[in-house]
């Protein structure tokens, strides 16, 4: 064999011992350290990756303790669990060297101050007031001339459209616009309309027609300018006096566009009965407002995580009204799990679930988990998710880790739901992370 030969076999055995190496157990667990790392202030947190080798750990004790250690360096076993517990708000490194000499790692560590919330559960009625006047579709109007057309449509106004202005005026409220729309027609005079679509401002010039079987003046626009439901509440921040409920974005019925929130409330309610859910048709929640509409706060932020504002009035009935911590999306895991909820009346109980699927998520998404309902006396009530039930707190290990957001129609005891952290973020009691790219710990 000669030199070239030989040297070729030496580099294919090379490769497959690589190969072999790479794709041992031990290395994949080495590999799957993670590259940054989030605790609360006074967390502890345990990472395991059972690999058989020895490093040398680099923190500042200050803010990060190894194993207990206050030591800045120290040896430490990575076969077995390392603990780390975090003593106060900041960002650090952790440095990471294997045998003690050979740089692996450098861990970026973000400590954020502790925070606990008090888990919800309570059925809320919700009244939202849009910051427009919402164009949910188009109409034709019966004029003299036997004619039928629509202005609306004419004038390029779409459905979806929101009409945030009428010839410079802010406007909000459907009975105001009746009369100025009235006045235009009587005097011929075109409306400016000044519209958000898209998250763009764009203006139309609309003639009023008038109907001549109504007897009144119209735009040819089915409109409104409110909607209102009944959801669940997530959580209250009681330091911040903050709220988060629904788990979801609050749609126009018709368009299925999200409401941009320029008022609302949120009132305490009382559910009266249950529509069961059933394969392939949903149940939903029946309620009523309690009496004097008690109000427990406003509605600020309509996001894809439900509405977010001020909480005045906490709400009665609850659980627990102790604070519990909460969780970041990578703490959360498959297995047992709880959600909180009222399936009568106005008392919030405990059911059991299965958190049966977690999606790695480093950036606000929707469907962060999936959750299957175990619970049988709430299988045999409501038959599994129901509408209404959208921002039940979904608790595990004695950590608010997320919350109902959907139910599958064609197995109404599985549904979705997100995770907490993006519900926090959007209620602004959690800065929101520059990471993009958190590791699983």
């Known amino acids: 064999m000669n030199s070239i030969q030989r040297k070729r076999w030496f580099g294919l055995v090379l490769v497959f011992f690589v190969c072999l190496i790479g794709s041992s157990t031990p290395f994949q667990h080495l590999a799957a350290f993670p590259d940054e790392l989030r605790l609360f202030s006074g967390q502890l947190k345990r990472l395991d990756y059972g690999v058989p080798v020895h490093a040398k750990i680099t923190v500042d004790p200050a803010m990060l303790q190894v194993n207990g250690s206050s030591s800045r360096s120290m040896s430490v076993d990575l076969n077995k669990p390392l603990s780390l517990q975090s003593t106060k708000a900041g960002s650090t490194e952790m440095s990471l060297k294997l045998f003690g000499t050979i740089p692996f790692k450098t861990v970026k560590v973000n400590v954020v101050p502790d925070l606990h919330v008090i888990p919800g559960g309570q059925t809320i009625g919700v009244k939202v007031k849009s910051a427009g006047i919402m164009v949910v579709g188009h109409h034709l109007v019966n004029e003299d001339n036997g004619k039928k057309t629509s202005p609306g449509e004419v004038a390029d106004v779409h459905v979806g459209d929101l009409i945030t202005m009428v010839d410079g005026t802010a406007i909000n409220d459907v009975h105001k616009l009746a009369s100025v729309v009235e006045q235009a027609g009587i005097t011929k005079r075109h409306l400016k309309l000044t519209i958000k679509r898209s998250g763009k401002l764009v203006e139309r010039q609309l003639l009023p027609s008038y109907d001549v079987e109504d007897k009144s003046w119209r735009l040819g626009l089915y409109i ?28 126009d019925m018709d368009t299925q566009l999200p409401i941009e929130v320029g008022d609302g409330q949120i009132l305490q309610s009382h559910v009266t009965s249950i529509n069961k859910s059933q394969h392939g048709e949903p149940g939903e929640k029946r309620a009523q407002f309690v009496k004097q509409s008690r109000i427990l706060g406003n509605i600020k932020r309509n996001t894809p995580f439900g509405i977010f504002g001020g909480m005045t009035d906490q709400p009665e009935h609850g659980y627990d009204n102790r604070k519990v911590p909460v969780a970041f999306a990578e703490e959360v895991k498959e297995g047992p799990a709880e959600i909180w909820t009222v399936i009568d009346g106005q008392k919030v109980e405990r059911f059991d679930i299965e958190i049966v699927h977690v999606t790695k998520q480093s950036v606000p998404a929707t469907k962060g988990m999936v959750i299957r309902i175990t619970d049988k006396r709430l299988l045999e009530r409501t038959g599994g998710i129901v509408q209404g039930m959208s921002g039940s707190p979904i608790l595990q290990n004695g950590k608010l880790v997320g919350a109902v957001t959907h139910v599958f129609v064609n197995d109404p005891s599985s549904g979705y739901g997100c995770f907490i952290e993006w519900m926090l973020q959007d209620a602004g009691v959690l800065l929101k992370s520059a990471n993009k790219n958190l590791e699983a710990a």
């Open 224 to 251: 409104r300018d409110s909607a209102a439901g009944v959801g669940t509440l997530t959580f209250y921040a009681p330091d911040q006096g903050v709220y988060g409920a629904l788990g979801h974005v609050i749609t």
